[in-house]
């Protein structure tokens, strides 16, 4: 045999791992308006930049008739290529073999590709679309599982991770993406739980579909597990783009920087009539941040969860800034359960990949009920808390309006540590509101005086005159400059500058134990 026959022989099979399940069972997948995992791949990365790994490798099970069924590569297509000029790793569940079912050498495949990931220094993105374990290899599929749980584990705050839900993942294999740093779904085709409609009907007896159990819409609204949702498979994939073009390729880097024609020295003037005096008057901070930030451009991340918190990534003078933002426009802006534990995240993830915080309050307290202390307020406040004292990225603050009790401490104020603490003259910065706080010291006052209402209104005033505004924290160093808002964004980013040398280390141990 010459050469140019084992090339014509290379070829038809490279043809063969390429044609994965069959033009049959492609086909079936364009039927269901989904993608086939090549095709996925070559939205996500550059042109004609995919260097595949392992297309050859094939399964070693032999039970049940599935020895009749081995197709080149499996049930995954794993390798390189890049995004917007820059290495990353991939891997695509290929739902035409098998289901995209995890065999034992699948699992190798996508731990293989971790590895090298995680040793090179560059993201990694999971396609997801698969009928989960493969039943006929048993506990081996199981063991497979594992050891990628293993290694999103160990490689987090290390590389970035993203899942792509692009279809099924059920039972132990969502577990792969609820470790990773961000999931997309994308509506109507992706979709995530624990067991199915059926197990519920049979051990509950309620009735749900598919998507009102594990849909986008539900990850995304109710449970937060969903960071992400698009319309369809093309738009999903130019979203992990774009949000890669945001984030380093890993922690032993700085955020990318890029050459920006947004002038640094920029003043707003709309910032004076967008956030209202009037502390009861609702607005919407995603006009503050949009004016701030390089040509008003804002990622938002977990936009339908928790939306009293608004969290997300944009670029000051160029470089990447992660924001947090309370949204007056719903519930006031209040910590509940839900904002505290996506503020905590997206803070922690920040800090992982050297990205500095740069943090808006107006908040007016966490907030009350027997709901909220029944879950856990404490418990979830706590880890927001947490995650802003041990972040040890730069940390700048801007007060818009108003800073309440335990709620203003969270917010990178400067007993946790914020590197730079600003507030508008508007900002009112005291342990509660002037009512709570005037019902509170002079009850007995008002109950004695001849005209209780009118009492209270003087001692309401009295008290927003002498506490509620920014200079009394000025005065005691916690607040380092009260600036005009239409300066806010040249302020931020003169502060930015000034800390990018900034190195500060929390005490040596094995890790803390944040209040999860």
Same mark, same amino acid.
């Given at each position: 045999?010459?050469?140019?026959?084992?090339?014509?022989?290379?070829?038809?099979?490279?043809?063969?791992?390429?044609? *994965?399940? *069959?033009?049959?069972?492609?086909?079936?997948?364009?039927?269901?308006?989904?993608?086939? /995992?090549?095709?996925?791949?070559?939205?996500?990365?550059?042109?004609?930049?995919?260097?595949?790994?392992?297309?050859?490798?094939?399964?070693?099970?032999?039970?049940?008739?599935?020895?009749?069924?081995?197709?080149?590569?499996?049930?995954?297509?794993?390798?390189?290529?890049?995004?917007?000029?820059?290495?990353?790793?991939?891997?695509?569940?290929?739902?035409?073999?098998? *289901?995209?079912?995890?065999?034992?050498?699948?699992?190798?495949?996508?731990?293989?590709?971790?590895?090298?990931?995680?040793?090179? +220094?560059?993201?990694?993105?999971?396609?997801?679309?698969? +009928?989960?374990?493969? !039943?006929?290899?048993?506990?081996?599929?199981?063991? *497979? @599982?594992?050891?990628?749980?293993?290694?999103?584990?160990?490689?987090?705050?290390?590389?970035?991770?993203?899942?792509?839900?692009?279809?099924?993942?059920?039972?132990?294999?969502?577990?792969? %993406?609820?470790?990773?740093?961000?999931?997309?779904?994308?509506?109507?085709?992706?979709?995530?739980?624990?067991?199915?409609?059926?197990? !519920?009907?049979?051990?509950?007896?309620?009735?749900?579909?598919?998507?009102?159990?594990? +849909?986008? =819409?539900?990850?995304?609204?109710?449970?937060?597990?969903?960071?992400?949702? #698009?319309? =369809?498979?093309?738009?999903?994939?130019?979203?992990?783009?774009?949000?890669?073009?945001?984030?380093?390729?890993?922690?032993?880097?700085?955020?990318?920087?890029?050459?920006?024609?947004?002038?640094?020295?920029?003043?707003?003037?709309?910032?004076?009539? !967008?956030?209202?005096?009037?502390?009861?008057?609702?607005?919407?901070?995603?006009? &503050?941040?949009?004016?701030?930030?390089?040509?008003?451009?804002?990622?938002?991340?977990?936009?339908?969860?928790?939306?009293?918190?608004?969290?997300?990534? /944009?670029?000051?003078? +160029?470089?990447?800034?992660?924001?947090?933002?309370?949204? %007056?426009?719903?519930?006031?802006?209040?910590?509940?359960?839900?904002?505290?534990?996506?503020?905590?995240?997206?803070?922690?993830?920040?800090?992982?990949?050297?990205?500095?915080?740069?943090?808006?309050?107006?908040?007016?307290?966490?907030?009350?009920?027997?709901?909220?202390?029944?879950?856990? !307020?404490?418990?979830?406040?706590?880890?927001?808390?947490?995650?802003? #004292?041990?972040?040890?990225?730069?940390? &700048?603050?801007?007060?818009?309006?108003?800073?309440?009790?335990?709620?203003?401490?969270?917010?990178?104020?400067?007993?946790?540590?914020?590197?730079?603490?600003?507030?508008?003259?508007?900002?009112?910065?005291?342990?509660?509101?002037?009512?709570?706080?005037?019902?509170?010291?002079?009850?007995?006052?008002?109950?004695?005086?001849?005209?209780?209402?009118?009492?209270?209104?003087?001692?309401?005033?009295? @008290?927003?005159?002498?506490?509620?505004?920014?200079?009394?924290?000025?005065?005691?160093?916690?607040?380092?400059?009260?600036?005009?808002?239409?300066?806010?964004?040249?302020?931020?980013?003169?502060?930015?500058?000034?800390?990018?040398?900034?190195?500060?280390?929390? %005490? %040596?141990?094995?890790?803390? =134990?944040?209040?999860?």
């Amino acid at each position: 045999m010459t050469i140019h026959d084992r090339l014509n022989e290379l070829e038809e099979m490279r043809r063969n791992a390429a044609s *994965g399940g *069959g033009p049959k069972r492609i086909e079936s997948q364009h039927a269901k308006g989904k993608l086939t /995992a090549r095709e996925r791949i070559a939205l996500l990365l550059d042109k004609d930049s995919f260097e595949e790994l392992d297309p050859f490798v094939t399964h070693r099970c032999a039970e049940f008739g599935v020895d009749r069924e081995r197709v080149p590569g499996d049930a995954v297509v794993t390798g390189h290529g890049k995004i917007n000029g820059r290495l990353t790793f991939v891997f695509a569940q290929d739902f035409t073999v098998l *289901g995209g079912s995890l065999s034992r050498v699948a699992a190798d495949k996508i731990c293989k590709i971790m590895d090298l990931a995680a040793s090179t +220094g560059a993201p990694i993105v999971g396609l997801l679309d698969s +009928g989960g374990a493969r !039943i006929q290899e048993g506990v081996e599929s199981l063991d *497979g @599982y594992g050891d990628i749980f293993t290694r999103n584990t160990l490689y987090s705050g290390i590389i970035p991770q993203i899942s792509v839900i692009m279809g099924p993942t059920a039972g132990g294999a969502v577990y792969s %993406p609820a470790l990773t740093d961000f999931i997309f779904m994308v509506k109507g085709i992706g979709q995530m739980y624990i067991t199915g409609p059926e197990v !519920i009907k049979a051990v509950t007896g309620g009735e749900i579909t598919f998507e009102q159990l594990g +849909g986008a =819409n539900t990850h995304a609204v109710k449970s937060g597990v969903c960071h992400f949702t #698009a319309d =369809n498979e093309p738009d999903c994939l130019k979203m992990v783009r774009r949000l890669l073009s945001f984030l380093p390729q890993s922690s032993r880097e700085p955020p990318p920087a890029i050459e920006s024609d947004d002038d640094p020295n920029r003043t707003t003037e709309d910032l004076l009539e !967008i956030v209202p005096v009037d502390q009861a008057q609702p607005y919407d901070v995603k006009r &503050v941040i949009r004016h701030i930030v390089d040509s008003g451009d804002f990622m938002e991340v977990h936009q339908k969860f928790a939306p009293n918190l608004v969290v997300g990534f /944009a670029r000051m003078a +160029g470089r990447t800034a992660g924001i947090v933002a309370q949204q %007056p426009s719903h519930l006031a802006g209040v910590i509940d359960v839900d904002a505290a534990e996506k503020g905590a995240r997206f803070v922690r993830f920040c800090d992982c990949y050297n990205i500095p915080i740069v943090t808006l309050v107006d908040v007016p307290g966490f907030m009350p009920g027997v709901d909220q202390e029944h879950r856990g !307020i404490i418990r979830h406040g706590a880890k927001f808390i947490y995650a802003y #004292a041990a972040a040890t990225v730069p940390k &700048v603050s801007v007060i818009l309006r108003k800073a309440y009790g335990g709620a203003y401490i969270v917010m990178s104020s400067k007993s946790l540590r914020g590197d730079i603490c600003y507030a508008w003259p508007t900002a009112e910065i005291a342990v509660m509101g002037p009512d709570g706080a005037v019902n509170i010291i002079f009850r007995e006052e008002i109950n004695r005086a001849a005209n209780p209402r009118e009492m209270r209104e003087k001692l309401i005033e009295e @008290y927003r005159n002498k506490f509620a505004n920014p200079y009394v924290a000025a005065r005691l160093g916690l607040i380092d400059d009260i600036i005009d808002p239409r300066e806010t964004r040249p302020r931020i980013i003169r502060a930015l500058e000034m800390l990018q040398g900034k190195r500060e280390a929390n %005490p %040596p141990r094995r890790h803390g =134990n944040i209040p999860l």
